[in-house]
């Protein structure tokens, strides 16, 4: 799956750094096409990702996406620390759930979570 979003993000325009994640998630740095909106681009993402597993039954029942995306604008100082993170994604998520961090994130920075 992976793969298929990365063709997807350069088919779009998106040039790809890292894609990496859990069964329940996944991390894409990439640098955004200033002709799309980052909402048009996950629409995009989503909508085919879907339509190819379910098309390809690779899972017996059917999948679908969250409702909602997290996506954060990333500094040149900082493009390492952020490929690495994405790259150690396991070894990351043995001491933290992507939930949990999601939750710290949102608390640390004073953003309103609309989860609660």
């Keep these: 799956m992976h793969n ?3 063709e997807e993000l350069i088919e779009l325009g998106c040039p790809v750094r890292i894609i990496n994640g859990m069964p329940d998630h996944i991390h894409a740095l990439f640098l955004l096409n200033p002709k799309k909106s980052m909402a048009d681009v996950i629409k995009q993402i989503k909508g085919s990702s879907s339509h190819s597993i379910n098309g390809e039954n690779l ?3 059917k999948f ?3 409702t909602g995306y997290a996506a954060y604008s990333v500094s040149e100082s900082q493009l390492e620390i952020v490929y690495n993170y994405i790259k150690n994604q396991k070894q990351h998520h043995l001491k933290k759930t ?3 961090e999601f939750y710290e994130f949102i608390k640390l920075h004073g953003l309103n979570n609309s989860d609660d």
Excluded: D, T, V
């Design 4 to 6: 298929y979003i990365r």
């Design 59 to 61: 899972i017996l029942e």
């Design 98 to 100: 992507g939930q949990n």
């Design 64 to 66: 679908a996406w969250q």
